[in-house]
């Protein structure tokens, strides 16, 4: 077997962290979450590596999702609290802000954009932080792979066996 690529790398954990929230398997996710957020962790340079495919991968589903978009489309994120009340992404925790700034300016193609933000995700100060991008990023990708239409656009690695 050849060397692995840190992006083989990324995409095998982002796959088997997926399929562990599939599985319902949350110790088996809390102990792979943890080998990438935590500093000083044996995997903890694949967070960035992971959140680009996460990211990667979410946009593709979520465009497969849109019929036709012209050039130009802008996306929008509509975000609902726990209540049903819009959220205000500038109030939102500044790694899952980046996050999601980094998912819509890898929609709109603006991937200068998306790498910075996505930095700014994996960089952040808190494990808390890093774990809640990760984590609704893990989220968003596993509900877009769920729905009928994107898991034919999915990317082969994610739904490779």
Known sequence: MGVRTQQDRARDRARHMVHQLAHDDYDGLADSTKEVVIDGAAEREL?????LEVTDASARMIKAQ???PEPGTAF?????????TDVDVDRL??????????????LEGHHDDAYFQLSLA???????GRL???LHGLLCMFSLLEGQ????????????P
């Open 66 to 68: 849109v019929t036709g």
């Open 47 to 51: 967070l960035y590596p992971v959140l």
């Open 122 to 128: 994996a960089g952040d100060r808190s494990v808390r």
């Open 76 to 84: 929008v994120l509509d975000l609902d609290g726990p209540d049903g």
């Open 149 to 160: 239409k994107s898991r034919a656009h999915a990317p082969l690695w994610l739904v490779a």
């Open 132 to 134: 809640d991008a990760l």
């Open 93 to 106: 925790p500044p790694a899952l802000r980046a996050l999601l700034r980094g998912i819509l300016a890898w």
